[in-house]
């Protein structure tokens, strides 16, 4: 009886628990039933796209920006190292190879969380669940989104191969700071690829996927090296590792070098030209869908165009004085950023000729005399006050200033420069921008400054107007009046004069343009007609309704962009025509297939022919001969015997090959013997240019060339204002100019054009352009139109004198 009782007893016990059981199970069923059918189909994880950023790289494949929301970078499961799946494997499902999807220990875990709580409160999820959470669901936590997982891993593990889900779990996870995959974790912490990593960098990466933000060394360097060591011991402890790999590692400290992005190249102007143009053509889901735009940007001629420009205007701003620190207070280190390279810095001690101050990171630096006894106050842009005797002078505790690295070591003082700047440059015979920097500082303007910023361009017009005059027969030794001019009458009248205040009388058109002779350009532009000369101008590329129809157009009042000035002094460097400047090389999508590939005009010089001379050739002109004009080797090119057809558009012929060659020869004496003689310090004998200057001083220009490189900088106040006496082009935008193309053009070989067709060496007397023996010490070689060769001078005719007094007497004009 007692026996039946028992049994009795257990079967009502087994009754009992059978029902919640069963009805689990019917539960569970139901909701198969119910999600099943909506299931995504898991086979389409073999033909995973990852969300690519779109990069933008220079010529020789050098990344210049992403644009997109995450960075990312795909790896294939070969690509993974062999320790790092080890380090996944430890910190998040040491058993992934065994199991089939489910970790069933985690699972009932799960389920006595819904139980206690109605949610689930621990993880559980097996690396083939977090791809399946990844790749289809969300992150909340509910019983049907948990089931659902569980379904989804065990049809990806039907699907795919172990090495597969692997490679999708470590592409897809997200690792803090819009690094998503581990490749792009080991660039954004590390600044390394995946396969240089060292174990205990692995083991910290490895540890993030569980909390990014909690165990971000960035954020948290604490908690991250907490889970970092764990990880290690695992490791360890699974016999991934050895013991004494574990005892190196263990000690290494955190060892950041962390990158909020990848640039190689410092184009950030560049980048947004790219990403503007981009969007037009193939709109915005170009920031996701893996795009590599190849630019046509040079890698080392922009980071050396970047740092002329932070050089010259930080060269400026010093002339100018002390402006006084930037701010005070301990707290406003905090809320300061880069400026240009420049780093905030607060003042902690000031004593005798030196100071100490701490960087926003903590970093602590000296500063001794020589890093600030240049800071002489401000008082007006011409005016700067005395000496500095101690560094009290300068500097107070609590100050915010800004210092950079010094070349030889040690910080020193500067200050973000109120000035502007640009540089561009492009080559001179396809258009290619080789370099643009439109500013100081992309974060503080992105105002682009060499492609939006219309500006006076001052005497760089004025080689268009003498070019224009040697079209029309005028040659570089014709005698030009060099006199005040005035028009008008009374209070209205004009009275233009030469920045210098002195007229020097009749002087060579060759003389005068090195020499920027203001009434020479006037009387020129008279002669050859104001609208003549804005149709001939507008062929260069400058707009017609930006030129003044009138005479100041000879001094330059015309607004210019910098990216058109330098493709119109291309058409001097290579020998007439026209190119246009243009920067995205070719675009290719995920796939590397090519979306876009430019085909620029570009100058053939073997596809003209030209006419033979009817007398003989002259003989190459030695380097070596004395007088203006002669740092040219020159050559009579031979004519080819059949026309070249290319294979490329090519470039329009808009001067004369005589005329171009005749300018670009009197602005190589701009360099030599004129204005830009600054840059004889580059030690080449092929460069050339103009500088430029407008009225009070409020732009300064260079535009030149030498080895095929085109290049323009600019110096001015975004709001038009003096930049003081003295800051003529020369003096404020040649120093970019020349930081620039030394480095350009370091290594590269000297670019001399050929002798065109028609142009003979003449030696012609200084003082009267005309012929002259070769014994008349007075006297230079220049090369002439063989229909415009002088006659000897009478004998007993007056001479000018280059050098003579000014005159006193103004010619009315009107």
Known sequence: MRILKEAGRRERIVAVLAFPFCGLLLILAGLYLYLAPQL??????????????????SRDGRLVAEFGEKHTTPLTYEQIPPLFIKAILAAEDDRFFEHEGINYKGLARAFVDIARTGGIQSGGSTITMQVAKNYFLSHERTFSRKFTELLLAKDIEDSLTKQEIMTLYVNKIFLGHRAYGIGAAAQVYYNKKINELSLAEIAMIAGLPKAPSKYNPVNNPKRAMIRRDWILGRMLELGYIRQDDYDRAIKTPVGLNFRATFAEVNAPWLAEMVREELVQRFGEGIYSSGYKVYTTVSASRQNAASQAVINGLLAYDRRHGWRGAEASGANELAIRYPVGGLQAARITAVEGTTASAVLKNGTELQLDWDAMRWARPYVSVNQIGPSPKKAADILKVDDIVRVRPRASGGWELTQVPGVQGQLIALHQDTGAIEAVVGGFDFTESKFNRSLQGWRQAGSTLKPFIYSLALERGYTPATLVNDSPISFGEGDTAWRPSNSDGEFYGPIRLRRALYLSRNMVSIRLLQAVGVDNARSYMSRFGFPRDRMQRNLTLALGSAEVLPVQMAAAYAAFANGGFHVTPYFIARVEDNKGEVLFQANPERVCRECENPVQPTEPAPEPVPAEITGEGTLITVTEPPAPAMPFVPNYPVASRIMSARAAWQTQSILRDVVVRGTGRSALSLGRGDLAGKTGTTNDAK???????????????????????????????GYAALPLWNGFMGPALAGTAEFHPGLP??????????????????????????????????????????????EAEPQAAPEEVF
């Open 40 to 57: 995504p189909d898991t086979d389409q994880l073999k033909e995973v796209r990852f969300e690519t950023p779109l990069q933008v790289l």
């Open 699 to 729: 732009d300064a220009w260079f535009a030149g060339f030498g080895g095929k490189v085109v290049a323009v900088t600019w110096v001015g106040f975004d709001q038009p204002k003096t930049l003081g006496r003295m800051e003529y082009g």
């Open 757 to 802: 067709s028609g142009l003979v060496p003449v030696r012609v007397s200084m003082s009267t352009g005309l012929r002259t023996s070769d014994d008349d010490p007075d006297s230079y070689i220049d090369w002439l139109q063989v229909e415009k060769l002088p006659a000897a001078p009478p004998a007993g005719s007056p001479a000018a004198d280059p």
